[in-house]
């Protein structure tokens, strides 16, 4: 019988994570200050806890997860199973062999939990009272609101519009935890103030959103802003899901192919990806890296540049593949992925040529098909960003199934739909 659990034992949770600066094929571009105005940088020690700030620019190829993170880490169900899909093989009649990452087994549903937990707990050792930040699926703000909620800190979540007017039951989970939500655009911060202004019924943006928590955090000595993606050490912190991976893969023997993952910000598909990045580069292995995005929001092929991280230019300028701190996007489903840029190391790896992109059109239902098939095959509810990988695993196992190619396909499910079904419903024509 073909083994479609794998599973790794508490005791073989990674007790470190990956830190691929210094494996990069050129140097990280440092972060930088416009020529005028104050300056971005010497005011992030305002913004940020000091531990995720000293993991940003770390040097150490590995960096030990304090223990107090893996008791955490455990209390969050890590391990996570990775399966073998044998039944969506079988329904594609393909020679390929696909394997998932069981993101969705999150108590909050996402992988944002992964970084959740070391953000708060760094702040709190900083004696930080209240964490501030952003989300636009949602998935974000209720992971850091678990990971206050456990570790005993305010939080304060500032949510893109367009998104927290469908979605009332991951508000409610936001507050049943204990935060405070405010849709952005606000009126509690000026940004916010004057976009309103301009236009009572504006949709928000992530970059608007992240505008307004960094705001808050810097207004508020005893607050720290914390972010769901793009930086450095949340790339970092992401990697358990890859190193788990590659412990549960050499239990059956398999080694990937194809690695692939949706990317908004590029937290999950980093995670993912780069511990077998490092093979790629350090071992020359032969692996193919595909992000998957949305017509919408296609920011790898954004050209590789100096942008803000946010839309208000608080942030430094961070060399990353953008599409404009100041565009606006049409919102979608998959919320998630609709940020203006490239995490800096993605960025990086892909001006390397090391990450191709998959490109899905803005209606979705291409996407939503291919989950229905996941769903009815697999039995498990992804969430809209997930399908974009599912979408991108299942025509990769088809391209095999012309080919005759036996290749190993492994894809993040980065987390469930169970507080996203009216986007389903709308997309896949679903009536009650
Ligand atoms: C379930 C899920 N997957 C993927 C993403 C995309 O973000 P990132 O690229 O940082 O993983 C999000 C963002 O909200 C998400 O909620």
Redesign the pocket.
């Known amino acids: 019988m073909t083994q479609t659990k794998i599973t790794l034992h508490p005791d073989d949770l990674p007790k470190k994570w990956y830190n691929i600066l210094p494996d990069l094929p050129t140097p990280m571009p440092p972060p930088k200050d416009p020529t005028d105005g104050p300056s971005r940088l010497q005011n992030l020690p305002n913004i940020f806890s000091k531990g995720v700030l000293s993991q940003e620019g770390a040097t150490d190829r590995f960096i030990p997860i304090p223990p107090a993170v893996q008791e955490l880490y455990i209390q969050s169900g890590r391990p996570r199973p990775l399966y073998r899909a044998k039944r969506l093989e079988q329904l594609l009649n393909t020679p390929a062999k696909l394997y998932y990452k069981s ?2 087994y999150s108590p909050t ?4 939990v992964n970084t959740a937990i070391p953000q708060v707990y760094y702040a709190k050792q900083q004696g930080i009272k209240r964490m501030t930040t952003e ?6 703000g209720t992971a850091l609101a678990y990971a206050c909620s456990l570790l005993k800190m305010n939080l304060t979540v500032y949510w893109v519009k367009a998104v927290a007017d469908w979605k009332p039951d991951r508000r409610q989970f936001m507050q049943l935890l204990g935060a405070t939500v405010y849709n952005s655009p606000s009126n509690r911060t000026s940004i916010g103030k004057k976009l309103l202004k301009q236009n009572p019924n504006h949709h928000g943006s992530l970059g608007i959103a992240i505008a307004e928590a960094v705001q808050d955090a810097a207004n508020d000595p005893t607050a720290a802003y914390s972010l ?3 930086l450095n050490h ?1 790339l970092l912190h ?1 990697t358990i899901i890859g190193l788990e991976t590659k412990k549960q893969l050499q239990q059956v023997n398999a080694y990937p192919d194809t690695v692939i ?11 993912l990806a780069i511990p077998f990045l490092h093979d790629r580069i350090k071992k020359q292995t032969s692996t193919r890296f595909i ?1 998957t995005q949305s017509e919408v929001a296609p920011n790898l092929t954004g050209e590789y540049c100096y942008d803000y991280g946010d839309y208000a230019e608080q942030t430094p300028l961070l060399k990353m593949c953008s599409l404009g701190h100041k565009t606006s996007f049409k919102p979608i489903k ?4 609709r ?1 203006h840029a ?2 800096p190391i993605i960025s990086a790896l892909r001006h390397a040529g090391l990450i191709d992109t998959i490109i899905y059109p803005s209606n979705e239902e291409y996407v939503f098909n291919k989950a229905k098939l996941f769903i009815q095959t697999e039995g498990f509810l ?5 399908a ?2 599912i979408a991108a695993a299942i025509d990769e196992a088809k391209k095999c199934k012309k080919t005759g190619e036996k290749k190993t396909i492994l894809f ?1 499910v ?4 169970f507080m996203d079904m009216q986007g389903y419903a709308e997309k896949l024509n679903i009536r009650s």
Not at 109 to 112: A, Q, R
Not at 334 to 337: C, H
Not at 382 to 386: C, F, H, K, L, R
Request: proline share 4%; glycine share 24%; hydrophobic share 25%.
């Open positions: 993101e969705f549903g996402s992988h944002k989300t636009g699926a949602g998935q974000w769901g993606s793009v949340v992401q993952s949706c990317l908004g910000g590029g937290s999950n598909f980093g995670g992000a998959a919320d998630g992925l940020y490239a995490a992804p969430a809209p960003e997930s974009y990988s993040n980065s987390g469930h739909g």
